[in-house]
Nanobody, 128 residues
């Protein structure tokens, strides 16, 4: 069982930045496939970013078109933590942000069904 705890959300003005963090349990964190999703009120949960483990210390990063160029996902395996650096935030980024993990990779890394483990979420609110 993998437990995930997000942090770093908050209220920020448009154009500002936030760095979300997700701390994970588990001794094989470096091999986990990790993802970030978000859900705005009245909308479905949507993909934001993912890092897929490809063996050794190689990871592939993927980003939703809506955040590409503004967000960067990274991980610190020594701390069992992944991060989502978000810059140039816009009001449309307002949502509850969730961290997700999977022990096995999937080509459907941008689908919620690919991840069996989820955190409780951290709220990001961007004011105009």
């Amino acid at each position: 069982q993998v437990q995930l705890v997000e942090s770093g959300g908050g209220l920020v003005q448009a154009g500002g930045s936030l760095r979300l963090a997700c701390a994970a349990s588990g001794r094989t964190f470096s091999t986990y496939h990790m993802g970030w999703f978000r859900q705005a009120p009245g909308k479905e949960r949507e993909f934001v970013a993912a890092m897929r483990w490809s063996g050794g210390s190689t990871y592939y990063e993927h980003y939703a078109d809506s955040v590409k160029g503004r967000c960067t996902m990274s991980r610190d395996n020594a701390k069992n933590t992944v991060y989502l650096q978000m810059n140039s935030l816009i009001p449309e980024d307002t949502a509850l942000y969730y961290c997700a993990a999977a022990a096995y990779g999937s080509d459907r890394y941008d689908h919620t069904s690919a991840y069996p483990y989820w955190g409780q979420g951290t709220q990001v609110t961007v004011s105009s």
